[in-house]
């Protein structure tokens, strides 16, 4: 449940303005997750969330990259916890996700820059990734596959 919640968190800060914990939480609970302020302090904290102004002045939380190894760890630890199949119809890689976590995943994904996906959609359980050619399909599948079998 830990991993789900901080994998929603990464997507609810990356998707919105949150400031506060209380927000935090209270988009954590529209989400179907039920935790504590005290909990989501301790997520902010292990997954080394900090707060940035945008333009305005306002603050919000951002993922903080500590160490760029950090962050790759916790990204593929949510891409292995909710990655269930994939394949490919030429240059377009269809990922199958435990439902709910297409989204997290297609944004641990894009934190992991994989130069070969120009970009990608992901509904409940499914991830479609636009790749640049089939070759670099099939590599990015090599890429995920050794993440996969480790």
């Given amino acids: 449940m830990k ?3 901080q994998a929603k968190i990464l997507e609810l800060i990356v998707k919105n303005e949150i400031g506060t ?3 935090l939480t209270a988009h954590l609970e529209n989400a179907g997750f039920n935790a504590t302020q005290a909990t989501v302090s301790r ?3 292990e997954m080394k969330l900090t707060k940035v102004a945008d333009s305005a002045g ?3 939380y ?3 990259k500590a160490t760029e190894e950090d962050m790759n ?3 593929i630890r949510i891409f292995l916890d909710g990655f269930v199949s994939m394949d490919n119809a030429g240059n377009i ?4 996700t435990v439902s709910g976590m297409a989204m997290a995943l297609a944004a641990a994904l894009d934190h992991m820059d994989f130069p070969e996906i120009v970009g990608s959609i992901a509904g409940d359980d499914t991830i479609m990734c ?3 050619t089939v070759d670099d399909t099939i590599a990015l599948m090599g890429k995920l596959k050794r993440i996969i079998d480790k």
């Fill in 21 to 23: 914990q209380e927000e």
């Fill in 43 to 45: 997520d902010i904290r």
């Fill in 3 to 5: 991993i789900e919640r």
């Fill in 62 to 64: 951002v993922a903080f």
């Fill in 93 to 96: 890689l269809v990922i199958k």
């Fill in 73 to 75: 760890e916790k990204y």
């Fill in 58 to 60: 306002k603050l919000r």
């Fill in 130 to 132: 636009a790749i640049r």
